[in-house]
């Protein structure tokens, strides 16, 4: 093949063609087989040929494909929006549910209804967003205002939304030595309401977190406590709470929000990542019963839209996804699987000089690489060991998700795994073994 014509991330790049699938095996043009431990980006939950899914979208590829929502709704996105509410955190209440077509997408769609909702309760002076960092929620404009990564905003800082940011949860190296696990969690919820105080309570319209962290700082869980404390702030303060689900949420870690886990439900939630399981490219938002009620008793009207919403094939196949995970009892693979892929971790790299920190929850685990254990110092930000570490293992034919520190060299490199669902005992092994082959 001569120079490609797609855009790539690396334009140097020769990559791999992939030209066949075989449960959580991706197949090569040269006949490599590669285990996806990654799911791309935590996307691929199901493996890549999973029939029930792969006959819902042909069956639906014969039925209908699009229609437009401002005339018509269709059967696969009904039944997905009244599943996904079925199963949200107590408090949800009678949601209502946006289909979409990326993260990006979904934030975008979150911030937009939070803003209409404060309109439309007449508070339109509530436009202030307070977002965490490290933190990833897109690559769109007002996604990309959102997130805190210092790297990825840095180009394109003239064009983005005043958002403020406060730290997020991060044991490994913003928990006091001797601070229990309680008063951390109360300390970091506390930043929340100090930044709302700064701003002027009746000025804020929404905070914006991820409930376990992923691509920014890799897979990091809030210490118990901090999400109960932060949903009583938020409705003290009259905030809205925007959960980004897009890589935990659909089971990644155990449950299929992670909220769930913490007792708590938001008002908006978006999702993409495991709902279509990269069958389709599909997100959504879930708006809570007291988002939908306000604006049902305002103007009734959506204030906002894209061509392809509700999609018939990619809602059919997410559809398909969800109901597979339920009927094989997934999630339960999940926490099995996730409790021996920690285990593994834990046996092969507790000693390592340049592993600090392993963190996760469910099949959503990374390992952060330091230069100095004991003082925890990062790696040289030139020093591209995560990268180096995912091309190492994807020469021995496992993918991983490596990522670069990301604020100012203040956290380090760290490589990803979330492998399928439906992964082996065998396979958690094999990623385990071929990492610690490739970290060395
Ligand atoms: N939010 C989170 C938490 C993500 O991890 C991502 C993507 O990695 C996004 C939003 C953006 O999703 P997309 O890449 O589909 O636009």
Redesign the pocket.
């Known amino acids: 093949m001569g120079e490609s014509s797609v855009f790539h991330r690396d334009f140097n790049a020769v990559l791999p063609m992939v030209v066949a699938v075989d449960g959580n095996y991706l197949i090569d043009d040269s006949g490599r087989r590669y285990l996806d431990a990654c799911g791309g ?2 996307v691929s939950c199901l493996g890549h040929d999973h029939p029930k899914v792969r006959e819902a979208i042909k069956a639906q590829v014969d039925r209908l494909a699009f229609v437009h929502t401002g005339s018509f709704t269709n059967a696969p996105a009904e039944e997905l929006a009244a599943h996904l509410v079925a199963c949200a955190p107590e408090g949800t209440g009678a949601g209502r549910v946006m289909f979409l ?7 975008e769609a979150a911030l937009k209804l939070a803003r209409q909702y404060c309109i439309e309760k007449g508070e339109p002076e509530r436009q202030q967003i307070i977002a965490r960092k490290p ?6 404009l007002g ?1 990309l205002a959102t ?1 805190g990564h210092a790297g990825r905003r840095a180009p394109f800082a003239p064009l983005l939304i005043e958002v403020n940011h406060i730290d997020a949860p991060y044991p490994y190296r913003l928990q006091g030595q001797d601070e229990s696990e309680a008063d951390f969690a109360e300390r970091m919820a506390l930043l929340l309401d100090a930044e709302i105080g700064r701003l002027g309570p009746e000025t804020v319209m929404a905070f914006v977190a ?1 409930p376990v ?4 700082l890799g897979t990091q869980p809030a210490p118990k406590g901090y999400w109960p404390r932060v949903r009583e702030i938020c409705d003290r303060h009259g905030v809205l709470l925007i959960a ?5 949420g659909m089971g990644r870690t155990g449950t299929t929000y992670a909220l769930e886990q913490e007792g708590i439900a938001a008002d908006l939630t ?1 999702m ?2 495991g709902l279509g399981a990269g069958y389709q ?1 599909i ?1 959504a938002v879930l708006a809570a019963q007291k988002v939908v009620d306000v604006i049902k008793a305002g103007s009734g009207k959506l204030w906002n839209g894209h061509t392809y919403m509700s999609h018939a094939i990619a809602t059919a196949g997410a559809l398909a996804v969800q109901q597979v995970i339920e009927e094989e009892n997934l999630l339960d693979n999940v926490v099995r699987r996730g409790a021996q892929l920690e285990a593994a971790l834990r046996d092969t790299f507790a000693q390592h000089a340049n592993v600090g920190d392993m963190r996760g929850r469910g099949l959503f685990w990374t390992v952060e690489l330091v230069a100095d254990r004991k003082s925890k110092a990062p790696f040289d930000s030139s020093s591209g060991i995560a990268m180096n570490i995912g091309s190492a293992a994807k020469a021995r034919g496992v993918m991983t998700y490596p990522s670069p520190g990301c604020i100012d060299g203040v956290n380090g490199d760290h490589v990803l795994l979330a492998p399928s669902y439906t992964s082996t005992e065998a396979e958690i092994y094999d990623i385990v073994e071929t990492l610690a082959a490739a970290v060395q």
């Open positions: 980006a935590a077509g990326s993260g990006s997408e979904a934030m933190s990833y929620h897109g690559n769109t996604a997130g991820e962290v992923g691509a920014s980004d689900e897009v890589m935990s978006t993409a990542k490219p997100a």
